[in-house]
């Protein structure tokens, strides 16, 4: 059983779009939620992450929304760049029970020129 | 800056070996973890480790050892490799069990032939 899901598998736009990605999640006990992106042939890294504290978290073209009472999360990239293209992962870890992060199975995501 | 290094890059073996990866990170992190990604299955946690000479199962730990007997270096042992088995090891590393904010090392490329 997946306890983070992803959506779309993958997602092409056009640059200057806006890029939604999605996350879900089964735990209600999660209270950290990173997104790490991952470009070709390299490793994932920490891009932005949110805790239940708040139902947003923007850092520049990248925004996470929060909806806990849903358990699910979204990340908008706004005038998105052929730059931005990447495998988008989404994490969910708590501070009880599973403090190890837990990954959902990414979002690949390619932005047009 | 701190770096974690794994060795080796890419690794070619034959069913049934055993096969050892290994990681170093210099970064004093008291947590390290062993990640395996497959295409379309994001990462799965095989192993983890609080610290020196501790060591945790993650939900793939079924065929894989794993050694932890320095701070600094996290070691994997696939026990006996499956015929034509492709996946990226990763090995990442966290200050502790309360930061869940993960450097990734450059990842293992294993093939089994």
């Known amino acids: 059983q997946q306890q983070v899901r992803q959506s779309p598998q993958s997602l092409t736009v056009w640059e200057g779009e806006t890029a939604i990605l999605n996350c879900s999640y089964e735990?209600?006990?999660?209270?950290?939620f990173p997104w790490y992106w991952q470009f070709p042939r390299e490793s994932p890294a920490l891009l932005i992450a949110?805790?239940?504290?708040?139902n947003k978290k923007e850092d520049g073209r990248f925004t996470i929304f929060f909806n806990k009472r849903e358990k699910k999360l979204s990340l908008h990239i706004t005038d998105s760049q052929p730059g931005d293209s990447a495998t988008y992962f989404c994490a969910a870890s708590g501070s009880s029970g599973s403090w190890q992060l837990i990954f959902g199975s990414g979002t690949q995501l390619t932005v047009m020129p | 800056g701190g770096i974690i290094t794994q060795t080796p890059k890419f690794l070619i073996g034959q069913e049934g070996q055993k096969l050892t990866l290994k990681c170093q990170q210099n970064f004093n992190h008291d947590t390290m973890y062993w990640y395996r990604q497959d295409s379309g299955k994001g990462l799965r946690l095989i192993y983890y480790s609080i610290t020196e000479n501790d060591l945790q199962k993650g939900d793939l730990s079924e065929g894989y050892d794993a050694s932890r007997e320095k701070k600094s270096s996290f070691s994997l042992t696939v026990t006996s490799a499956q015929k034509n088995e492709m996946a990226v090891f990763l090995c990442a590393s966290s200050i502790s069990t309360a930061n869940s904010d993960y450097t990734f090392g450059s990842g293992t490329r294993l093939l089994v032939i």
């Open positions: 949110i805790r239940p504290v708040s």
């Open positions: 735990d209600s006990t999660f209270d950290y």
